[in-house]
């Protein structure tokens, strides 16, 4: 079954840290583009991190700049997302995504064709 999976959200205060996952299966992540965005209520999802594939190439949006970092390990088949100093308009919902055209970086979400279920992250005091 092909699938991508999120895990690692969850409750955190502000200032505090999380490591989203986004594991595939049925497929390998090497060769795709992988793309991190995030869903509040009310919002449209927008782009967070992209990372390109053979990790030539990451992006990150200018609101988690120098707080988030985007990872891949293939022996795993997982992609991280590493959120530091978390504020309270991170609190969405995250998703992960592939995009079969690897050699591109997209903060566009209709760049992406297969996505994750979503992991909640809530920013709290």
């Known amino acids: 079954q092909v699938q991508l999976v999120e895990s690692g959200g969850g409750l955190v205060q502000p200032g505090g840290s999380l490591r989203l996952s986004c594991a595939a299966s049925?497929?390998?992540?090497?060769?795709?583009?992988i793309g991190w965005f995030r869903q509040a209520p009310g919002q449209e999802r927008e782009g967070v991190s992209c990372?390109?594939?053979?990790?030539?190439?990451?992006h990150y949006a200018d609101s988690v700049k120098g707080r988030f970092t985007i990872s891949r390990d293939n022996a795993k088949n997982t992609v991280y997302l590493q959120m530091n100093s978390l504020k309270l308009e991170d609190t969405a919902v995250y998703y992960c995504a592939t995009d079969s055209n690897g050699s591109r970086c997209s903060s566009d979400r209709d760049a992406y064709d297969f996505w994750g279920q979503g992991t909640q992250v809530t920013v709290s005091s």
């Open positions: 049925g497929f390998t992540l090497d060769g795709y583009a």
């Open positions: 990372l390109s594939s053979r990790d030539r190439e990451t």
